[in-house]
């Protein structure tokens, strides 16, 4: 059953698992990471073998069978497909960002121009996880930012294959190739690239903690845009609620992994006590029920303020995944909204909606990183460039000071590089003076 | 002596370094920063005797030593951090991003909220590498983004102070607070907070790679700009250059650091000739000429091509840190530029006006890292958070396709939350259906 808290009666910090440590992965994942390094190809076979029972004849799934994939989906689900798929284009295209450029009346100008990161690994997990919606999520913001190439990895069944749902998002959401790769082997083979799996820029996308500490060790020979924990959601309700409805919202996420948390924060005990009544009838009625429940008992808590602003504060504190604001009149309260993923506003908002169909996106920080950390978006897969033109007169100007600032920190080569192309002669006088005092300074 | 070569001669890869590993140091951080959450300021204090020599009486700098430290700066220094400061802040003003907010005619509405982080950690180096400027590049574009505190880290000296210039840059930049502490045993304060320091949502700017260790390993609990490497300058010059300015430019970089990488790429013989007996005889007259010299020995290049187009791609195959275009008409060669940090561009644009005065930053990307990641800005202190409110007609028409895509990912909660707050009987039935399938699978 889910505890009612009082706020204020636990430290806020205990309430979202912030660390998952599994003790044992971090070496593991280096010895793979190696190996793939040095086998490439060979390594990846053996990886299928052992981490997926798979005995792959090719590691890529070429365009025919990506194409008897999508052929074999039911149309009811292309359409829902395609509808997801749309919204999510119309929602990030907002996302794109222009460069800017700053010109002076002489002549100098300078800016910064934005371009997309060439060659993006997308990770969609595998087996009980396999989520079409996570293709779409991670393919549609790299496709708008312009990137030349999608390389997907996702793990093969036990039959050596790919769900056809997995494929049928990734034909739709433009992805360029696919391999049957999972876990860390396939992070390895993204980051260093193999005869078969081009090297990429960037690696994006949930999965195990496996796939999580390997993003962790090749993050700096590439870029990666998170380490997803398990899912969070936070519900901010008030008296005016069905229990029914929010006891839903908060099995929605609990359903997903016995470390999801679910919380509901309420000025109300009356909702709090139907909310804790109502998890418990419709846990039972769940197919991944045991998940759910585990989750629930372990992680989840209902928490009574004595106001919402003080439970929208909890929310700052916590800064969760997934916030709901459950309440008539919701966009004051966003207004008080600093840390958080992705907010579901209002009594016909529930967390699934974005999930699948809204349009933002559903890769989001978790255990607390959403005080420093963003949803996924097309900011994800471009990388700006500064760039400064100066005339010849601009430069003169400044020269001096250039050089004034450079001594300052000791490095003469620096002051040397703004002074020379006014004056030879002066840095050549300035070098000798220095000559003669270092000689000086010896003798 | 700077090597000359035909290009192609070389792969590209073995240009640049891309890797420092340092034998034993992912293990002593490790040990520091699990020191300092044990033992908080007790720690720094004796960190700050073990490596910088200090016995300190205080961690923190008072506003009062700021204030004097400031005082005693000279006039002529401080108008120049003045008007670096301007042009720092002009360029990155123009960085700020807003939301935005997509209404549609149902009522619906989704969209997406820029917010500051709130607090942020800023190293800056101590010691031979104690630069005002790194001061000012990091904290303008913090300021501007909005957070609320920024915290600044930078060693003391064994006298027990930091230089005044970094004081007086700090000052104007507007830090919040300033402790003497650098290293791993500064970022493990930032990261995890003590009775003294604050603890932060993020850490940015550069350091030794003792610092660039700590900001690795403590990624995650927070976020972090970037790993700092050896700084890299990468000069494109045509046959109309002096050599000896660009020799002074290519040395500019090399004075930093024994690992800093100079390389020029011409397609002029005569310049290249040119350009490395110039570096012979400017090494002789530096201060720091035997940093420079092992600097340019070991990984100075001189890359003779056919034409200029192909120097471009080499230089975005490399993705360099600064990326200087000396011609008289630059700009078609921008365009073509996609991996670089910042470019310069024309003959009157050294590497060292972006240093210090011409407005954008001067923490980029090192180690090729140009492919993926931007120079830091007010993007590294901001977060953004979607948010979307739905309409109960505007669910209730997406209800069945959420449901639906929910159940093709066997997540009946999902797809339950979404229908439950039109049809609780229905919801109820589906369940109760589910519950006698089960049954009679069990039976």
Redesign the interface.
């Known amino acids: 059953m889910m505890n009612i808290i009082r706020f204020g009666d636990v430290p806020l910090a205990s309430l979202l698992i912030r660390?998952v440590e599994k003790s044992g992965v971090t070496e593991a994942v280096r010895d793979i990471i190696a190996d793939v390094r040095a086998r490439g190809d060979e390594a990846l076979y053996e990886y299928a073998a052992k981490f997926d029972g798979a005995s792959l004849s090719a590691l890529e799934v070429t365009p025919a069978e990506l194409q008897a994939a999508y052929d074999r989906t039911d149309e009811?689900?292309l359409a829902?497909?395609e509808?997801?798929a749309a919204n999510i284009r119309?929602?990030h295209s907002?996302?794109k960002?222009e460069g800017?450029r700053?010109e002076r009346p002489d002549g100098t100008y300078?800016?910064?121009?934005v371009?997309p990161?060439?060659n993006v690994g997308l990770c969609v997990p595998g087996h009980?996880a396999?989520?079409?919606?996570t293709v779409l999520m991670t393919a549609i913001p790299a496709k708008l930012a312009g990137c030349r190439q999608l390389v997907m990895i996702s793990p093969p069944g036990p039959d050596g294959t790919q769900p056809d749902?997995i494929l049928a998002a990734a034909k739709i959401a433009g992805v360029d190739r696919v391999f049957r790769l999972g876990g860390a082997h396939g992070v390895a083979a993204l980051a260093y690239g193999t005869a078969s799996v081009p090297r990429v820029?960037?690696i994006v996308g949930p999965g195990s903690a496996w796939v999580a500490e390997a993003k962790?060790q090749v993050?700096?020979?590439?870029?990666i845009d998170m380490?997803a924990g398990p899912s969070e959601i936070l519900v901010v309700a008030d008296d005016t609620n069905?229990p029914?409805?929010v006891a839903?919202?908060l099995?929605?996420q609990?359903?997903?992994d016995v470390l999801a948390t679910a919380i509901l924060i309420t000025d109300s005990m009356a909702l709090a006590e139907g909310v804790q009544a109502e998890v418990e009838r419709?846990l039972s009625?769940?197919?991944?029920e045991a998940i759910?429940r585990a989750s629930v008992e372990n992680n989840g808590r209902i928490i009574v303020t004595d106001d919402l602003p003080a439970a929208i504060e909890a929310a700052n504190a916590l800064a969760p995944e997934h916030l709901e604001i459950c309440v008539d009149d919701?966009?004051p309260y966003?207004d008080l909204?600093?840390?958080?993923?992705?907010?579901?506003?209002?009594?016909?908002?529930?967390?699934?909606?974005?999930?699948?169909?809204?349009?933002?996106?559903h890769t989001?920080?978790t255990?607390g990183?959403?005080?420093?950390?963003?949803?996924l978006?097309v900011?994800d897969f471009i990388?700006?460039?500064?760039?400064?033109?100066?005339?010849?007169e601009?430069?003169e100007s400044?020269s001096g000071?250039?050089a004034?600032?450079?001594r300052?920190?000791?490095?003469?080569?620096?002051?040397?590089?703004?002074l020379?192309?006014f004056d030879?002669d002066a840095?050549?006088r300035e070098?000798?003076a220095?000559?003669s005092v270092?000689r000086e300074a010896v003798t």
Do not use: W
């Open positions: 660390t009811a689900f829902v497909l509808e997801a119309a929602f907002r996302e960002r800017f700053i300078m800016g910064m121009k371009t990161i060439e009980t396999a989520y079409p919606s749902a820029d960037k962790r993050f700096g020979r590439v870029d380490i069905d029914a409805v839903a919202d099995l929605s609990a359903e997903h419709q009625l769940l197919p991944r759910a919701p966009a966003l909204v600093r840390n958080a993923g992705s907010v579901f506003l209002g009594k016909y908002c529930p967390e699934a909606l974005g999930d699948y169909l809204a349009g933002p996106n989001l920080p255990a990183a959403a005080r420093f950390s963003s949803p978006g900011d990388k700006t460039t500064q760039y400064t033109c100066f005339t010849r601009a430069l400044v000071d250039i004034l600032f450079a300052r920190e000791h490095l003469e080569a620096h002051a040397r590089s703004a020379v192309r030879r840095v050549a070098a000798a220095q000559e270092k």
